[in-house]
């Protein structure tokens, strides 16, 4: 779901097994940053379809937290993080969210609002839309680019000329 929010075809090439270049420099960034940030209090959970960074109880409370490098995607981030809400919600489960970008030193909690929970479904109907297509949109350079790991892909010629 976050990569739908970032860039379609990161999202199509995810959702058709089509993995990024496994040594790329910010995924391994990114995985130094998921072992290190936040330790101690390490509970990655795998469930249908999702892999949560952290589960943890604050008393009664059940809260998911989506560990990121930093906030310039936020938006994704946080549509990501409403996916998680939502899918414990079908399974019953109340739950409440937590960004957290160690970098920036930020924890920013996140409620499964209506509003929230609407943009969700339509991005999940859209995701589902796109995923069905036989081939992935066109590549369209943004912003994102320049730190994919997908970008050798996308732009080929490019780096074939470089």
Not at 84 to 107: D, F, I, Q
Not at 109 to 123: G, H, I, K, Y
Not at 135 to 144: D, E, F, G, L, V
Request: glycine residues 6%; proline residues 7%.
């Amino acid at each position: 779901m976050g990569y739908y929010g970032v860039c379609p075809r990161e999202a199509w090439l995810m959702g058709h097994a089509l993995e990024p270049y496994p040594d790329h420099e910010l995924l391994a960034l990114g995985r130094l940053l998921q072992e290190t940030a936040y330790r101690e209090e390490r509970k990655e959970v795998a469930l249908p379809g999702m892999r949560l960074d952290l589960l943890e109880r604050e008393g009664e409370a059940l809260v998911v937290a989506e560990v990121k490098r930093r906030s310039g995607q936020r938006e994704a981030h946080l549509l990501q993080l409403g996916y998680y809400l939502l899918a414990l919600k079908r399974l019953g489960l109340e739950a409440r969210g937590e960004l957290r970008y160690p970098e920036e030193r930020k924890v920013e909690r996140v409620e499964l609002t209506p509003d929230l929970e609407a943009r969700v479904r339509e991005a999940e109907e859209a995701l589902r839309a796109l995923l069905k297509a036989p081939t992935p949109p066109p590549a369209r350079r943004i912003p994102a680019c320049s730190g994919c790991a997908y970008f050798e892909f996308c732009f080929v010629e490019e780096v074939e000329d470089a």
